[in-house]
């Protein structure tokens, strides 16, 4: 079973810049989060799709933070414009979408913004 | 006050050793615990789960639960160099949201 991929796998940018990663979920998963992973921090729930909808994204910074999942499946997240306290690994993850269920999680993209 | 703390460590433990971690949690309302393993430049990887109070082991591994004090543990017995990672608990209440800790950076000395 193939895991969650995700591209790229390292971006540098200046701040001010507009960077976007995307993320293709394990086959018939429902459910797709993004967590933001600040270096020697735990990850943080950015937001989470059910099928094409969004089920929460309360920690998401709508000002400069967007993400979207087209037909339910792979889902894009972008910065715009980008600060230097984004640099971090953004984490995609999946899941079933049944009660409780493994979220498995892809190797994240690791963003440097100078 | 974090939602739930772990100690970042780092941990270095001679191969054969006991790898004791832990976390505490504030928010009564977590009835899931989990233990994920990162390897360096990877997504994290689900380890043990318990669900509520109790114990819970896995070969090598055991997850242990305190609701009481609101206190969870993992032990890694025998540890073996290729157990050296980072741990990140955790937790959630009766949804998919999980709160993680800072994680604990652990190396096992061959």
């Known amino acids: 079973e193939a895991g969650v991929a995700q591209s790229p796998r390292y971006k540098i940018i200046e701040k001010r810049q507009s960077v976007a990663f995307w993320c293709n979920p394990i086959?018939?998963?429902?459910?797709l989060y993004w967590y933001q992973q600040i270096l020697g921090q735990g990850p943080k729930l950015l937001i989470q799709f059910q099928n094409n909808g969004v089920v929460d994204d309360s920690q998401l910074p709508k000002d400069r933070f967007s993400a979207e999942r087209l037909k339910g499946v792979d889902s894009t997240l972008k910065i715009q414009p980008a600060k230097l306290e984004d640099s971090a690994v953004y984490l995609c993850a999946s899941s079933l979408g049944t009660v409780f269920d493994e979220q498995f999680f892809g190797p994240g993209t690791r963003l440097t913004v100078l | 006050q974090k939602e739930v703390e772990q100690d970042p460590g780092p941990l270095s433990v001679p191969e054969g050793a006991i790898v004791s971690l832990n976390c505490t949690y504030s928010n009564s309302a977590f009835q899931y615990f989990m233990w994920y393993r990162q390897y360096s430049r990877k997504g994290p990887e689900l380890l043990m789960y318990?669900?509520?109070?109790g114990n819970k082991e896995d070969g090598r591994f055991t997850a242990q639960v305190d609701k009481s004090s609101k206190y969870i543990s993992l032990f890694i017995r025998d540890s073996q160099p290729s157990d050296s990672a980072t741990y990140l608990c955790?937790?959630?209440?009766?949804?998919?949201?999980?709160?993680f800790g800072a994680g604990t950076t652990v190396t096992v000395r061959a």
């Open positions: 086959s018939g998963h429902a459910t």
């Open positions: 318990t669900y509520s109070s």
């Open positions: 955790a937790m959630s209440a009766n949804d998919y949201k999980l709160s």
